[in-house]
Every structure is written in structure tokens, then in C-alpha cells.
């Protein structure tokens, strides 16, 4: 089970696997098919967490801006992108100024005209999600202008918040400080406007689950929902840009667990628009038969799995007899010790666990951050990263790739450098061989097979007499809770873990990398440390996290975070990848997968699903185009190769 970041980009493919449909729609270029394992909780977009909910609302509600398959932002319900250049951002950044496109109506679920979306709409939907004390707000509370201080109570004149509406048609936002990201989080359920009236009339039903519970501005409509069963979509005929909504009827049927050989056979019968598929599975030989020149991967998801060490162990239920837990800690807290066993993992054979050998390569991810998740001068983020590494490190860091996909970091003459450095720094105050804990549920059979894979890579790269991996199987929710579920420092019962994953909730480095800023990082706790927001050196944790350099870390977070010129975004990101290298560069991060480069066979036609990062553009069906073929592999990486060119 992974950590995540609730709000997310799926955008890079939309389909997963399906337990069965009926006929309807079988190979149809007009009808989408997928499946869906959890109801939805709430069509109150503004205050909804879930990703089946946001899924939804991306469908149901027309945002300010969308994202095309290139990840480009493109007017939506707004008529233009506001720059300074057209004078829709100040000179200071503090001023973003929309004019909202004429002619996008809201509708009922019957498809009779409501009236039209206006500026207020997105006034009231701002207002809305504080009152319902929407999770999701509070990743504005300190870039609008005022509306901290109306989330927290300090006042209740949501006019003093910086959101405004000039007239029907123009929208300006004041933020409290530059935010060059502030785009990215137009995507997301506050910003999703609400008409007031309507709201105001339901009151307490309004974002039930019924389709007449909401009001639609959207390329959809609700057309029918069953529980456990079935959720279904048309298109919106009264939608303002319908010309691009090529899929007309959307399904999505009810399953709460699937086998991956299930999904092949629901593809193959044309009940399944796309299909998620297990190399490793018995069934894959008979997919590559029969689709040999379909099967594809996926682009990079924005989410990453990573795995972490405890820098401050104070639980010790998951041990063993031999765990000196001195030695333990004092091996951990050194930076060389840590480079050893991250350069020693052979991070392919870990996810040959999962997708074999073919394709193991394909999901492996060497940061934090997507590598191509912001441009850097021309070139990727991961190219950027990959210029500063060595400043952060010495030579074993040169000439090293971090981009997806690619696996540079496995060094086994390097690791061995770095431990005998490691060794000589630590001299007799240890006791050798290092015992590492490692804490698995009982019942997570691959999960235990990709430890022992670890377990084996790193005792044979830096020898069983210097290090020893100890798997210490356990109950799951005892082991959750002593590992991803630990809310404090003191609760992270483990010397490493591999259960965490991240996803940006906007498109700026900074939604990876503050995790582990040492004064407010929200996963602190899985290094066995907690957030401090004072002084340093009044931190009771000080001494830690400086030994392990997380304040120097804040620093360069602090220092990238202060560059805010919206013209000039290369300084900002390019500040970042100093601050993910030195992440990287000090092993207090162990990155190995992106959530995503899946195994696929998919009707989408290359080119025509919306591309994002962050927020719920991705979660759009517009834009998609179906063919009723398999499409080729060969088609899908020269898009794949077109859209990396054009962002160079």
C-alpha cells in the first residue's frame, strides 16, 4: 500500500483493467469502456478528495483551463491564457486577471439550459470549499490573497479574500505571493465552479449522488449510476466546444478486484477500451501471439515509489536479536553508508518482480520528480538534476543519468567505494555487519519477493559480512501501521521501507520535494522524524537532521522557492534540481519506480489524450479518439517522440 498525494495526474493513460462489460458499444469509436472500484462519495467536486470523485468532476464541470496530449495549457471556460503579455498577469504576479468565454452553459441533467457559467461561479466555488472545509483548499490557503485567514476563521468576510469577480465575464484573482504554479491548480476541485443559485436552492442535497443533484458546464452528464454496478456518461449537447468531444457514451462497470488475464480477455472481445496487462503472468505469452505489434508502455506516471531509511528509530518491535541498534543508527546517519546501499541495489532485478526482465527497465524513476515534468532551459528536469549531482556527491555521480527508464545508479564497484568510505568514517564505533530491518505483511507475496530480491542484490554488491538485510514478516495492519500509516517519527517501527509513493497536486517541483523540508515536511515521519516549524536549533531533532544535511535541504528548497518571476520559470526549476540532486546526492531518498509505464493494449489513438501532471485534466475524455483496431506500438512511441521533441 503506498503513501500518496490524494489529487493527482492519471492523464497518461486513463484506462486500467476491466472484470466485464455487457455487448453494448463492443469495438466502438463513440463508447468508452473502463471499470470503476469504488462508488463515488460526493458530486461536490469543491470538497471531494477521491480520485473516482475528481474523475468525474473533470467531466461533469468545465474548469478555467484544460491540458491537450502535449500537456499544454489551453483556455477552457476561460476565452485566453492570462500573461503579462496580454496584461492578464501584473508585473508582480500577484494579479491574474481570466475573462470567461461566453457561451458555456450550465445544464440539468436532462440537458435543458440552467443559464451560463459567469465569473461568480468561481467566487462562490472558492467560498464553498472553505465552508465545507475542503480538504483540497488548503493547498491555496497561502496563495490567494486573504483566504487563510477565512479557512482558519479569522474572519468570515470572504470579501477580504482575493478573488473577485469585475463583472459576468472577468475573473481576477489576488494572490498573496508570486505563484508561478498558480495555473496548475486551476485544474483541481475548488476552482471547479459552482452556481450559486442552484447550490443555495439544494442546500443539504446538493452533490449527492443522483445526476439532478448538480448542475453541468462540462463535455458530460451523468446518465445513469447503479451502485457496485454501473456509472455512465453522455455527451453534453449543449456543450460550448462539442466538436471536440468524439466519444459520445462512456461506461464504466463495477469491479472490486481484477486479474490482469481478465482484462485481456475483455479486450480481446471488444468489451474493454484499454487493458493493463502482467508480463510475468503465465497468459502474456498467448498477448504476445496474438498482439504482438500492439503491446506497448505507457508513458511515466507523476506518481513515484520510493523507498527510505529511519534515521531515528525509536520503535524496535520489527527487529531481530542480532540489530545492534547503536550501530544501526550511527551506519544510517552516514552519508556514505546510505550511497553504498543505494548504488549497490539493482533496482531492475526489484522490478523484474513485477513486469520481467523485458520490461523492467521501463518504470524505473532515479528522482522524485518526473523527469520530464518541467522543461529546464530547453532541456528535461532530469538533465538539470543530473548537471548538479555531482556538485552533491564526487566522482561516482558523474556522467549519470536521471532520467525515467533509465538504470545508471547500479554500481557495485562504486557501492563498494562508498561503503569502505564509509567504514573508514565509522572505525570501531560500530559493530559489523550492519543489520537493516525491514518490516512485510505476511500475505504481500510480491511485496516479500521484491525485499528478498533487494535483500539479495545488496549482500552481494557490499558483502554479508558488512551488511545484513533482516525481513520481518508481520500482521498487515500492524505492519501499515509501523511503516506507511506512522503519522509521527517515534511510530516508524524499521530501518528501511519500500511502501511509500508520491504525486504532485501541482505543477511545480516543489509539490515533491517539500516531503522532506525539515520544518514542515509532510512525510517526515517515514525517516523517523517530525516537523519543526521554529528556530533549528531549538528543533529537538536538530542534531539529526543537520548530521543528515535536511536543513541544508531547506535551504535550497527556501532559496528556490523565493525565485517567482512567471517569466522567467528556468531559474525557479533550475533551483529545484540543485535542491533533488542533493536529495538524491545524500541517499535520503531511494527512488526506483514511476507508478505508471504500464503494459498496454489500448483503441486510444495516439496524440489524443490530454497530457497532465497535476490536477484532473487527465482525467478528461475529451479530446479522446478511438479507433476500433488495436493501436500499433510503433505508432505510440513516434507520438511518444514527437511530444519529448516539442518540448525541447
Known amino acids: 500500500m503506498m503513501k500518496i498525494g490524494k489529487i493527482f495526474a492519471i492523464g497518461l493513460l486513463i484506462c486500467a483493467t476491466l472484470a466485464g462489460c455487457g455487448k453494448k458499444g463492443a469495438n466502438s469509436t463513440e463508447t468508452f469502456q473502463d471499470y470503476f472500484n469504488l462508488d463515488p462519495n460526493t458530486l461536490d467536486f469543491g470538497k471531494a478528495t477521491f480520485e473516482e470523485d475528481l474523475k468525474l468532476g473533470a467531466n461533469f464541470i468545465e474548469p478555467l483551463v484544460e491540458t491537450n496530449a502535449y500537456g499544454d495549457y489551453l483556455p477552457a471556460a476561460a476565452s485566453e491564457i492570462p500573461t503579462t503579455e496580454n496584461g492578464g498577469i501584473s508585473e508582480d504576479g500577484l494579479t491574474w486577471t481570466f475573462k470567461i468565454r461566453k457561451g458555456v452553459k450550465w445544464v440539468t441533467s436532462e440537458g435543458e439550459v440552467y443559464g451560463e457559467e459567469t465569473a461568480g461561479d468561481y467566487v462562490f466555488a472558492l467560498k464553498h470549499a472553505a465552508d465545507v472545509k475542503a480538504e483540497f483548499a488548503h493547498f491555496s490557503a497561502d496563495v490567494i490573497a486573504g483566504y487563510k485567514d477565512y479557512l482558519d476563521g479569522t474572519t468570515t468576510d470572504f470579501s477580504t479574500v482575493g478573488v473577485k469577480a469585475v463583472d459576468d465575464h472577468t475573473l481576477q484573482f489576488t494572490l498573496a505571493t508570486p505563484t ?19 447550490a443555495t436552492e439544494k442546500g443539504a442535497d446538493y452533490g449527492k449522488i443522483a445526476a439532478d443533484d448538480i448542475l453541468y458546464s462540462g463535455p458530460y452528464i451523468l446518465d ?8 455512465e456518461l453522455k455527451a453534453n449537447d449543449e456543450y460550448w466546444d462539442l466538436k471536440n468531444v468524439h466519444v459520445k457514451h462512456v461506461k464504466l462497470s463495477y469491479s472490486e478486484s481484477v486479474e490482469s488475464d481478465q482484462a485481456y480477455e475483455n479486450f480481446k ?14 497468459y502474456f505469452k498467448n498477448v504476445e501471439k496474438e498482439y504482438k505489434d500492439n503491446i506497448f508502455i505507457a508513458n511515466p506516471s507523476a506518481f513515484t515509489a520510493f523507498g527510505k531509511f529511519n534515521l531515528n528509530r525509536a520503535a524496535y518491535e520489527f527487529s531481530t536479536a542480532e540489530h545492534d541498534n547503536a550501530s544501526t543508527k550511527a551506519a544510517l546517519l552516514n552519508k556514505n553508508f546510505r550511497l553504498a546501499i543505494l548504488r549497490g541495489w539493482d533496482r531492475t532485478a526489484y522490478l523484474t518482480m513485477i513486469n520481467t526482465k523485458k520490461y523492467a527497465d521501463a518504470s524505473i ?43 545508471d545508479f547500479h554500481d557495485v564497484k562504486i557501492a563498494k567505494a562508498y561503503l569502505a568510505k564509509a567504514k573508514a568514517e565509522l572505525g570501531d564505533s560500530v559493530k559489523w555487519p550492519i543489520h537493516l530491518d525491514l518490516a512485510v505483511g505476511s500475505k504481500a507475496e510480491n511485496r516479500i519477493n521484491r525485499v528478498k530480491s533487494f535483500k539479495a542484490s545488496i549482500e552481494a554488491a557490499l558483502g554479508k559480512d558488512n551488511v545484513v538485510l533482516d525481513i520481518n514478516l508481520g500482521n498487515e495492519d500492524q505492519v501499515g501501521t509501523a511503516t506507511y500509516a506512522a503519522t509521527t517519527g517515534a511510530q516508524s517501527d524499521f530501518d528501511m521501507d519500500f511502501s511509500y509513493g508520491w504525486g504532485s497536486s501541482f505543477q511545480d517541483p516543489s509539490a515533491y520535494l ?11 515521519a517515514g525517516l523517523g522524524l517530525d516537523p519543526f516549524a521554529g528556530e533549528p536549533k531549538s528543533d529537538p531533532q536538530f542534531e539529526v537532521k543537520k548530521t543528515v544535511g535536511l536543513y541544508e535541504y531547506t535551504d535550497l528548497l527556501e532559496k528556490a522557492g523565493a525565485i517567482t518571476d512567471v517569466n522567467d520559470l528556468n531559474a525557479r526549476d533550475d533551483a529545484y534540481a540543485k535542491a533533488e540532486a542533493y536529495l538524491v546526492g545524500n541517499a535520503l531518498i531511494l527512488p526506483y519506480q514511476n507508478m505508471g509505464s504500464e503494459i498496454m493494449l489500448s483503441h486510444i489513438k495516439p496524440g489524443t489524450q490530454p497530457l497532465a501532471h497535476s490536477g484532473t ?3 478528461r475524455y475529451k479530446f479522446i479518439e478511438l479507433q476500433k483496431a488495436a493501436i500499433k506500438n510503433a505508432d505510440f512511441v513516434k507520438f511518444q517522440k514527437e511530444r519529448e521533441a516539442r518540448g525541447k
Open 180 to 198: 508561478p504554479y498558480f495555473i496548475s491548480l486551476l485544474t483541481t476541485g475548488p476552482y471547479f465552479p459552482v452556481n450559486e443559485k442552484f
Open 224 to 231: 445513469a449510476f447503479s451502485s457496485k454496478s454501473v456509472i
Open 269 to 282: 472481445n471488444g468489451n474493454l477500451t484499454c487493458a493493463v496487462l502482467k508480463p510475468a503472468e503465465n
Open 365 to 407: 524513476r532515479n528522482e522524485m520528480t518526473p523527469s520530464d515534468f518541467v522543461s529546464v532551459n530547453g532541456g528535461t528536469y532530469a538533465e538539470a538534476v543530473a548537471a548538479h549531482a555531482p556538485e552533491e556527491g564526487d566522482s561516482g555521480w558523474k556522467g549519470v543519468s536521471f532520467a525515467d527508464g533509465v538504470d
Open 514 to 524: 517539500n516531503i522532506y523540508n525539515a520544518k514542515s515536511g509532510s512525510l517526515l
Open 617 to 619: 485534466s487527465g482525467e
